[in-house]
């Protein structure tokens, strides 16, 4: 599976951006999938996830209420909207599939895609 993600940009503080993740090789509508971030100087932050059918979805206490994760698996394709945000949210986003995981405890990723920049200014 290669995954793609793109839509990051520069933003102003309360701004949104849509970020996408496109996956190929395989379908990904058994995978559980997610985001995570880093920012500079900082470790890998799992943001959020999202179960096979998306009726189940994890967010990082940071970003609840302000991102929503969703999936198309007819189009094989994952997104993370994000609303308000805030300079503490640049980061590089990843987006990232489990092949097996069945809970947000286990996700460990088998594949990550490229990243993709999200810079937010006060």
């Known amino acids: 599976v290669q995954l793609q993600a793109f839509g990051g940009g520069l933003v102003q503080a309360g701004g949104s951006l849509r970020l996408s993740c496109a996956a190929s090789?395989?379908?990904?509508?058994?995978?559980?999938m997610g985001w995570f971030r880093q920012a500079p100087g900082k470790e890998r932050e799992f943001v959020a996830g999202i179960n096979w059918s998306g009726g189940g979805t994890y967010y990082v206490s940071s970003v609840k209420g302000r991102f929503t994760i969703s999936r198309d698996n007819a189009r094989n394709m994952v997104y993370l909207q994000m609303n308000s945000l805030k300079p503490e949210d640049t980061a590089v986003y990843y987006c990232a599939a489990d092949r097996d995981a069945t809970s947000w405890l286990s996700f460990e990723p088998d594949y990550w895609g490229q990243g993709t920049q999200v810079t937010v200014s006060s």
């Open positions: 090789g395989r379908t990904i509508s058994s995978y559980m």
